[in-house]
Each structure stands twice: as structure tokens, then as C-alpha cells.
């Protein structure tokens, strides 16, 4: 059974007097224990509001509403209420942000903030979590942890401050963490890093991962399964290498050619997607991706296109998707 | 190409310097470095000498004053007759010349300050404390959200609000006159100016802050809402608190004086007070016009001092500002 099982997640933002926001419109996936999975997609297709459903940490007010189930372990996160919600964040599921220095409070030193995460759901003593954070601290590498324990944020360079967040997400020793975006704020070499430490983690203590990137490199680099989202929906889902080498649905195809290469020519114009994510099909008239698609036919609009599947588990939402190509030619 | 041996010992040296001062700025936080940067404001440094000297003279002066304030020596030894306009002026005994019941006015200018002082930083500390415990609960529980947030923090504000609403100084008149005139009226009526001040601005900082990932963060991590706001909230708030509260003392040192000029402050007259020093002088305006003088001469440096300070702090912690 998967450890984390979300199934027709809705996310909607209502105002009066405005139009009704399907940030999320029907989100399915699973994440099996000690899995990677990636959950990829441009700006505003829903990514980062799926990880905060799932954290419970949406505003609970009028106008925000979720729908759907995401069922950890037998429970529905969605269902919880604020105090137990408030006992699961940390300690069985807990979230890398995107930007280190502005997650970090600025006015209190770093070990107080690892701290008091073991302070909280561990009921450590004081003493007891500042020897811990030390060795948290020295297991996602910072050199000299008992010092840095002292030190602000602001004393941190970037890629040291997100392995300080990273330790504080890992402290309980979660089942679940939601990484969202977490290198987009560094430089690269800093990413690899960051990433590197983060593959580590998972294998050592068998953490499932949510990988939540724009990033097909990240991708690549090391999710087992990808998800592919577009305007609040799934539309491909695979394992990572038949993904990458036979994806079908035309916008995961949009997305790989839109990708700068090194080995290009010089001033070889990229390949972007036509138009921009404002310029969707609502899902209930048919494809939402229909009116940027360069394979659209009659089909696509009026119903809904549903997930097909196959064999190998490759599911992808299309009605006139890439034919299935053999690895050379994928490759070329 | 080598160093000379000497060149060599000098470049180690100068590494170890450095590294010296690497491990020097360990631990550095905000307002340390707000502390470090207030020193190169040479308005700071004004201020901060001027307070310097003003806390002394308040803090020892009236140890070492050369007669006590309250002695009506001029009139005993037949020199001062107010009541025929004979008041003499400074001499080689009496620095600033007698008041016009024969009283030092030096010596009364000096214990004077040690008044002003207490009565300043009392009745700012008693705003203070006010606001920011209704600001604090007030933006806890709007940013915290809920119905009973709002309805929480609606009804704090609203209260602040009618506070607003009125002139500081009739506000503080019209506590003052509610009390009944006594030292510690005129220190709670100064005080409850500031409260609505320090209240929305404690208020309007913690809803702010309420909304930045380091929230988001900790609440991800299970952090409760209590904690989130007393452990990260609030120390993210503070500092244009703790800036106001410094410019708060100049105007409180102000109002003091004004409601002791309006008769309404301590009414033992004959403790020595900067603003019933000067409402006293009115009347021998014509005779001696320096009894007027010093008095206000001493408020206004003093709340030059506060004010100079105050600004070059919210300079220190902007961090806007920061390089």
C-alpha cells in the first residue's frame, strides 16, 4: 500500500465578485514509502498549492475550499483537524521551502530554530535538542555545527542556510517530505549539492520525497516517478526513464525541447510553448492545454480528456498523443 | 618569487588579524549590527552624548549641587523681594541667580533634571507596557485569524482608535484632571498618550511579519500558533517599537512640562520641575526672562537628544537601509 495516496485533490479560490480559481483541479498520485517522486509543471499550474494542501497550511477561511482525499498511512490529511494536523506537520511530514534566507527567522539564532522542532515533537530537554541540532547540523554537512548554532541567519551563505532548513525538516525523522522548489533559489553548483544531500537522506532513512521542481534537470537527476502537472491537473505520469524516453503527452514534449542545451548552435533560437498559462481551457470543456497544443484535433475540445494507461503504468492525458517512440529516435 | 622572512611574519600576522576578527563577529545579530552602524551615525553620536550628559547631571547631579533646591535662601538673606521685581542674576555663588522665591536656580535646574528624567521615562514605560500588550494581543489574534481573532482585535482597535481620536494633550488633561493632580497622575497621562501609538504600530508590524515564509515555515514544522507568535513574531516587530519608545521620551518630557505649566502636575511645588519652573517664571518674564529660559533651553536639548537618537535608530534598523 502506498504511504501517501491523493486522489481528485482540489484546491479553489472563490471571492465575490470574482471568478472562482481552480488552482488545483483534480490532482491523483501516490508516493510509496521511501519513493521520489517529482511533481513537475510551470509557474501557476498548482504545484506549490498541492504541497501546502497536503501540509494543511492553506488559510482556513471563507473562500478557500479543498476537496478530494490525501490518505498517510490510513489517515486523511485533508480531514484532520488543526490540533492533530499540527501534531503530523514535523513529525510525519514535514517541508523544504524554496527560499532559505526568508524561511529563516532573521532575529533568532539558527540552533534555537532547529531546536525547538525537537523540543516540540520530541520532548526533548533543552540540553538534549542542542546536542542534536549539533549533530543535525553536522549530518546535512555544515562544518563546525556547535558554532553555527549561535550564528543568524544572515551569517549563513544561501546554500548553508537551506541545509539548515533541510535539518530541521529531517529532525523528527519524518515518512514524508515535500520539497518544494528547494534549489530554484541557489546558484548551481550549490544545487547539485543541496540535491545530493537530499538523495542521501532518502536512501538513508528510507523518507519518501515530493519533489516539487519547474526543473527537468532536477528531475531527471533523481525522481523514481514524475508527475506532470498543467492548470491543476496530472497530465503524464511515468516512471522517470520511460518518461524521458517515451513521453507522449505534447506539453511534457513542450517542456523537454524548451530546455537550453549546451550543445546547441550559437544563436540557435530555443523552442518555447506557444502563449502562456493564462490561456487555458477550462478542464470541464475539454483539454486545458488545448489552446496552446501543436497536436490539437477536434477531440480535444468538449469533453475532458481522461488519463489513458498502459501496461507499463505510463499514463498520460491526451487523445492525440506523440506516437510511442523507440529509444534511438527519442534520443536524437 | 619568495617574501623576505620579515615580509612573511608580517602577512601571517596580518591573517591572524583577520581571522581574529572573523571569529570576533560570531553571533552577530540585528541589533548588534544596528549598534554597529548607529556608531558611524554622527547623529547618534550627538544624541547619545547629549542623553549621556543629561542622565549624569539627572543621576548625580543632585549630590553635588551647592544649595538645596527647596532652600528659599534669597528671601532669608533679604536679596530677592518678588513682590517688588528684585531678583538678582547670576553671580559667582548662585550660577544662574535665584528664583522668584529666592531659590538656587542652578541647583534647582539640576535636581530639575533628575524630575524630568524619572517622570519622562516612567510615564513612557507605562505607554509602552500598555501598547504593546494590547498591540501584541491585538496582532496576535488578527494574524492568527479566526472569528474570535477578529472580533478580538476589532475590539481592541476601536478602542485605540477613540484614543487616536483625541488631541494628545487634551487626552492627557482630561486624565490627569480625571485622577486628581499627584506625580503619579502626570506620569500615567503622559503615558496613556503614547499607548494607541506604540499599540497600532506593534499591531501593524506583527500582521506583517504574520505572513513571511519563516512563519510558514515553523508552522510547517508543527510549531504552535502561540509559539509562533510570542518566539517569532513579536521579536520581528520590535524594533520600530523600540524606535518609537526613544522618540516617545522627547514628546513625554514635553507634555510633562506642559501639563506642570497648565497646573496640573505634581502639586508639591516646591520639587523642582522643568515645566513648572517655566510656568512659574511667566510672571517675572519682564524682570528676569532667563528664569524662562533655562528651563526651556534644558527641554528643548533634552528632547533634541531623544529625537536625534531615535531617528538615527530607525535608521540603524531599517532594513531597507542595511547595506
Known amino acids: 500500500m502506498a504511504l501517501l495516496d ?23 498520485f501516490t508516493v510509496d514509502a521511501g519513493e521520489v517522486v517529482g511533481l513537475v509543471g510551470e509557474s501557476g499550474c498548482g504545484k506549490s498549492v498541492t504541497s501546502l494542501a497536503l501540509m494543511g497550511l492553506l488559510p482556513r477561511q471563507r473562500g478557500v475550499h479543498v476537496g478530494g482525499s490525501a490518505s498517510f ?25 524554496q527560499d532559505p534566507l526568508s524561511s529563516l527567522n532573521p532575529v533568532v539564532p539558527i540552533g534555537i530554530q532547529v531546536t525547538e522542532v525537537l523540543v516540540r515533537h520530541r520532548d526533548m530537554s533543552r540540553d538534549a535538542a542542542r546536542k542534536e541540532a549539533a549533530e543535525l547540523l553536522d549530518r546535512v554537512g555544515i562544518p563546525d555545527p556547535r558554532r553555527r548554532l549561535k550564528e543568524y ?50 536512501r538513508d532513512s528510507g523518507t519518501a520525497l515530493i519533489m516539487i521542481t519547474h526543473d527537468l534537470g532536477v528531475v531527471a537527476g533523481m525522481c523514481d516517478t514524475i508527475n506532470v502537472l498543467y492548470a491543476g491537473r496530472v497530465v503524464e505520469t511515468a516512471r522517470r526513464k520511460e518518461l524521458f524516453a517515451g513521453r507522449r503527452h505534447p506539453y511534457t514534449v513542450g517542456l523537454l ?21 493564462r490561456d487555458v481551457l477550462p478542464w470541464t470543456e475539454g483539454c486545458a492545454f488545448a489552446p496552446r497544443c501543436d497536436r490539437r484535433v477536434d477531440a480535444c475540445v468538449g469533453e475532458p480528456p481522461a488519463m489513458t494507461p498502459t501496461h507499463t503504468g505510463h499514463e498520460f492525458r491526451c487523445v492525440n498523443p506523440f506516437p510511442l517512440v523507440q529509444p534511438e529516435e527519442a534520443r536524437a | 618569487m619568495t617574501l623576505a622572512p620579515g615580509k612573511k611574519k608580517e602577512k601571517l600576522d596580518r591573517l ?64 530677592v523681594s518678588s513682590g517688588h521685581g528684585i531678583i538678582p542674576g547670576p553671580s559667582a555663588d548662585h550660577w544662574l541667580g535665584y528664583d522668584h522665591q529666592g531659590r538656587d536656580e542652578f541647583s534647582r535646574m539640576v535636581v530639575g533634571a533628575r524630575q524630568t528624567l524619572i517622570v519622562g521615562i516612567v510615564s513612557t514605560l507605562i505607554g509602552l507596557t500598555i501598547g504593546v500588550l494590547i498591540g501584541g494581543v491585538a496582532g496576535a489574534a488578527a494574524g492568527l485569524g479566526g472569528r474570535w481573532g477578529r472580533l478580538v482585535d476589532n475590539v481592541l482597535m476601536r478602542i485605540v482608535d477613540m484614543m487616536l481620536s483625541l488631541p494628545s494633550l487634551l487626552l492627557a488633561v482630561s486624565v490627569a484632571a480625571l485622577l486628581g493632580p499627584s506625580l503619579v497622575t502626570v506620569m500615567i497621562a503622559v503615558g496613556m498618550v503614547s499607548v494607541p501609538v506604540f499599540a497600532r504600530l506593534l499591531r501593524g508590524a506583527m500582521i506583517a511579519q504574520a505572513n513571511r515564509d519563516y512563519v510558514l515555515a515553523a508552522s510547517s514544522l508543527g510549531v504552535r500558533k502561540s509559539k509562533i507568535a510570542i518566539s517569532h513574531i513579536v521579536p520581528n516587530s520590535l524594533a520600530p517599537v523600540i524606535v518609537q519608545a526613544t522618540l516617545t521620551l522627547a514628546t513625554a518630557i ?33 524682570v528676569r526672562p532667563g528664569l524662562a529660559i533655562y528651563p526651556a533651553v534644558g527641554i528643548i536639548i533634552t528632547a533634541l537628544g531623544f529625537t536625534l537618537l531615535g531617528e538615527a535608530m530607525r535608521e540603524a534598523l531599517d532594513p531597507k537601509l542595511r547595506r
Open chain 1, 153 to 202: 541567519p544572515h551569517q549563513l551563505s544561501g546554500g548553508m542556510r537551506q541545509r539548515a532548513l533541510i535539518a530541521m525538516a529531517v529532525a523528527c525523522r519524518p515518512r514524508l517530505l515535500i520539497a518544494d522548489e528547494p534549489t530554484t533559489a541557489l546558484d548551481v553548483t550549490i544545487q547539485a549539492q543541496i540535491l545530493e544531500l537530499l538523495k542521501e537522506l532518502v
Open chain 1, 257 to 277: 525541447r524548451s530546455i537550453p542545451r549546451l550543445d546547441a548552435g550559437r544563436g540557435e533560437k530555443l523552442t518555447p510553448i506557444r502563449g502562456s498559462v
Open chain 2, 16 to 79: 591572524a588579524e583577520l581571522s581574529a576578527v572573523h571569529d570576533d563577529e560570531r553571533g552577530v545579530s540585528l541589533w548588534r549590527e544596528a549598534m554597529r552602524r548607529l556608531r558611524r551615525n554622527p547623529a547618534a553620536i550627538v544624541g547619545a552624548v547629549i542623553l549621556a550628559a543629561f542622565v549624569l547631571v539627572a543621576v548625580i547631579g543632585p549630590f553635588l549641587v551647592p544649595y538645596e533646591p527647596t532652600d528659599t535662601i534669597g528671601v532669608r538673606e533679604k536679596v
Open chain 2, 254 to 286: 514635553i507634555e510633562v512640562a506642559a501639563l506642570s505649566f497648565l497646573g496640573l502636575g505634581n502639586p508639591d511645588s516646591a520639587v523642582p520641575e522643568w515645566g513648572l519652573m517655566l510656568a512659574d517664571a511667566q510672571k517675572y518674564l519682564d
Open chain 1, 6 to 28: 491523493v486522489q481528485d485533490l482540489s484546491v479553489t479560490f472563490s471571492r465575490r465578485g470574482q471568478r472562482t480559481v481552480h488552482a488545483v483541479d483534480g490532482v491523483s
Open chain 1, 73 to 97: 498511512d490510513g489517515t486523511d490529511l485533508l480531514k484532520l483537524d488543526p490540533r492533530s494536523m499540527r501534531d503530523v506537520r514535523g513529525r510525519d511530514v514535514a517541508m523544504i521551502f
